[in-house]
């Protein structure tokens, strides 16, 4: 009960389930009721449905499908399904081996009970712009994998979102796999956050794919998220920092150039500039450890 005696309504609208069996049979589901969606590990839309920011007609349950759940690799690249639970990517061998900064990433995702349910897919399908994962899939270089009635295609994860929630994915489509590049040698992903609890969405995050040459950053890669409606390429900035190094006012001023700064519950825009300014320096001096 509210404090004026009204009611908070913390139920979702009625809808519909279904439990699809390949990933044809979601498709057909989805293509032939174009109000219902995909249920993966149900994290982030069972909340937004209890809070009635959403009504689907229908959930499709996907998180059944088999050939969602591989993680595989061929030759330079790694595949992770979209079904497969961040706690899955966490612990499973290839992505030890090959991609072990994902498992940092992950870390930083919420807490245990939301990763053994959350999926790889779900988060980056979902768009959180505060989310980790977008981010780290725009600055990896991966592409994002859909499959619809027309048959499979694939997207760069820079071209892959489109504003606040909003991505490349049609009505008919599911988000099948993401393909990851295996980094080179002299190449690194670096990240970090500010936030306000470990576990917390980031109050401002940066994700950065470095390649070095000679001792030098030869190529940088800056991504931002929880700073704007999605997460953003800061590719002046980058430039700035290959000519010139860090210096706090100028970085601040280029990056203010080329991101769009939005407030949110936990900061507003002038505070999301400031950190993205500071994190790009840390990123940088984690560079030199
Ligand atoms: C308390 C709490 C804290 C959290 N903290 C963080 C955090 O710090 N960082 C972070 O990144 N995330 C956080 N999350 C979100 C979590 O990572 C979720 O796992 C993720 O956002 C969604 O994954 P899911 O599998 O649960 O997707 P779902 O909730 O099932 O789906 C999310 C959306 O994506 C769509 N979708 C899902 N899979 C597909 C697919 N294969 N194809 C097409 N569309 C699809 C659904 O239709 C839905 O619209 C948090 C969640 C909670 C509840």
């Given at each position: 009960m509210g404090k004026g005696g009204e009611e908070f309504i913390m139920k979702s609208p009625d809808?519909?389930?279904?439990?699809?069996?390949?990933i044809e049979d979601a498709?057909?589901?989805?293509?032939?009721?174009?109000?219902?969606v995909i249920l993966a590990g149900g994290q982030s839309l069972v909340p937004a449905l209890n809070m009635r920011l959403s009504s689907p007609s229908c959930l499709i349950d996907i998180s059944k499908i088999k050939e969602l759940k591989n993680i595989t690799k061929d030759n330079d690249f790694i595949y992770i399904g979209s079904a497969v639970t961040h706690s899955e990517v966490m612990q499973n061998k290839i992505?030890?081996?090959?991609l072990p900064v994902l498992i940092d990433v992950l870390d930083m995702v919420a807490h245990p009970a939301i990763r053994n349910k959350g999926t790889h897919g779900g988060s980056i399908a979902y768009g959180d712009p505060a989310a980790e994962l977008?981010?780290?899939?725009?600055?990896?270089?991966?592409?994002?994998?859909?499959?619809?009635?027309n048959g499979i295609r694939t997207i760069q994860a820079s071209d892959f979102y489109h504003g606040l929630?909003?991505?490349?994915?049609?009505?008919?489509e599911i988000l099948t796999s993401i393909k990851y590049p295996i980094l080179k040698d002299n190449q690194k992903i670096l990240f970090d956050e500010i936030y306000r609890r470990h576990?917390?969405?980031?109050?401002a995050g940066v994700v950065a794919n470095i390649e070095i040459l000679n001792n030098e950053i030869n190529n940088l890669k800056l991504v931002f998220f929880a700073t704007g409606t999605k997460p953003e390429v800061a590719l002046k900035t980058s430039e700035l920092i290959i000519k010139?190094?860090?210096d706090y006012s100028n970085v601040k001023n280029m990056i203010k150039t080329e991101l769009d700064f939005e407030s949110d519950l936990n900061s507003n825009a002038e505070m999301k500039l400031h950190l993205a300014t500071i994190l790009t320096n840390k990123i940088l001096k984690l560079m030199e450890t």
């Open positions: 809808f519909c389930y279904y439990e699809a069996l390949s498709i057909k589901f989805k293509s032939n009721d174009l109000e219902s992505i030890i081996d090959h977008p981010a780290f899939a725009v600055a990896a270089n991966a592409e994002i994998i859909l499959m619809g009635l929630f909003e991505t490349d994915i049609q009505n008919d576990g917390d969405y980031a109050m010139d190094g860090y």
